[in-house]
């Protein structure tokens, strides 16, 4: 393969794209082994989808996988990008013929009656998961929901909202950096009252929540996703209706995959 990018000395990280010798894309999706030289590190790679049409058609393919397990009340706890299998025929360069889409990795999958929740454990990675699995509070198949949502906005912008540097990621208070993304992309204020009750004032995210609303002000302000204009609107209305902080608001797969964006695959 080779890179479209500037020799560096560093790993290539995550998001950055190869192409083929065939003519197909490919995205850097994590370093599997880092060695100091870029050439020398195993990283594992997937597919960049051709076309906006393939992109939503796999979305709905993976999505409707979630919804089969939400219906038999399993929650799978570790939706991300990563989990999202793709089986397909390279015909010509650059074209892909999708056969099949699957959601795998089903080591964290968890049969929750209806009523019953997760409670006590950090479920999923870092920059997929829930606020709700961040605090350790209650999870159900509405975590999988705000997963698959972030999923989205990676798969149609090409954006990992919750992204931080690896020395953000690693440091002890990894949390602050993650949700105040959280906090700005996505909490309205009846989501971010509605989150406040779910996780309880007993929780200790309580208050570091209410820091984190109260930590932007002029010059630094909130940048909620239902303005970034360079996302399709009704992109923004679906994704938006899957990632309220508060989980009693969101939607279920089923009432996802009847959203009029899914249409345009059609």
């Not at 990795?105 to 961040?134: F, H, Q, Y």
């Not at 992204?163 to 993650?178: F, I």
């Not at 004032?201 to 930590?215: G, I, M, T």
């Amino acid at each position: 393969m080779s890179t479209a990018h500037q020799p560096t000395k560093e790993p290539l990280i995550p998001g950055t794209s190869l192409r083929s010798d065939s003519g197909c894309s490919y995205k850097i999706e994590e370093t599997l082994i880092e060695r100091r030289k870029p050439l020398l590190c195993v990283y594992r790679a997937s597919p960049r989808l051709p076309s906006k049409k393939a992109r939503i058609e796999v979305l709905r393919c993976a999505l409707r996988g979630l919804h089969d397990m939400h219906k038999e009340n399993i929650a799978h706890n570790d939706v991300k990008a990563d989990n999202i299998m793709i089986d397909y025929e390279e015909n010509a360069p650059g074209h892909m013929d999708i056969k099949s889409v699957q959601i795998a990795d089903l080591e964290d999958t968890v049969l929750l009656p209806v009523g019953n929740w997760i409670k006590g454990t950090m479920c999923g990675n870092a920059i997929w998961r829930s606020p709700e699995s961040w605090c350790r509070a209650r999870q159900n198949i509405s975590s999988d929901i705000f997963s698959f949502g972030i999923v989205m906005i990676y798969v149609m912008a090409d954006e990992m909202v919750f992204r931080v540097g690896k020395d953000k990621l690693e440091a002890e208070d990894s949390w602050h950096h993650v949700l105040r993304r959280h906090v700005s992309y996505f909490a309205d204020e009846d989501g971010l009252n509605g989150f406040l009750k779910h996780i309880g004032k007993e929780n200790p995210f309580y208050e570091r929540f209410v820091a984190l609303a109260s930590s932007f002000g002029p010059g630094e302000g909130r940048q909620p996703f239902q303005t970034w204009n360079y996302i399709d609107p009704d992109l923004r209305d679906l994704v938006g209706k899957m990632t309220s902080l508060d989980p009693v608001r969101r939607i279920t797969a089923g009432e996802a995959l009847e959203h009029r964006w899914f249409r345009q695959a059609d």
